[in-house]
């Protein structure tokens, strides 16, 4: 499964960027998405998941102003950012997991997507 992320850029400050993940590849047995995100001198930090079944998962900074979905047509994964904070800025990653739901972790990585957001 190869993963290619895109859609980030610069944004002011309350702004908002539509993140896109595309994959190519057999995608059997795929059975979660996710985005990470990472900025320079911090831990990477898990920001949504989406599960084959529907079901989300968002880190508490982001609730309610990030929102993950799939198009499975064309198999790809999106995370709409609204209300952009300058602590948003990081590279984004984009993730797939083959037994996410049993191990907690993903198996297929993208290359990253850069998102900064300005004061």
């Known amino acids: 499964v190869q993963l290619v992320e895109s859609g980030g850029g610069l944004v002011q400050a309350g702004g908002s960027l539509r993140l896109s993940c595309a994959a190519s590849?057999?995608?059997?047995?795929?059975?979660?998405m996710g985005w990470y995100r990472q900025a320079p001198g911090r831990e990477r930090e898990l920001v949504a998941v989406?599960?084959?079944?529907?079901?989300?998962y968002y880190t508490d900074s982001v609730k309610g102003r990030f929102t993950i979905s799939r198009d499975n047509a064309k198999n790809t994964l999106y995370l709409q950012m609204n209300s952009l904070k300058p602590e948003d800025t990081a590279m984004y990653y984009c993730?797939?997991?083959?037994?996410?739901?049993?191990?907690?972790?993903?198996?297929?990585w993208g290359q990253g997507t850069q998102v900064t957001v300005s004061s």
């Open positions: 590849g057999s995608s059997r047995g795929i059975d979660a």
């Open positions: 989406l599960s084959s079944g529907g079901s989300t």
């Open positions: 993730a797939a997991g083959l037994r996410y739901e049993s191990s907690g972790e993903f198996d297929y």
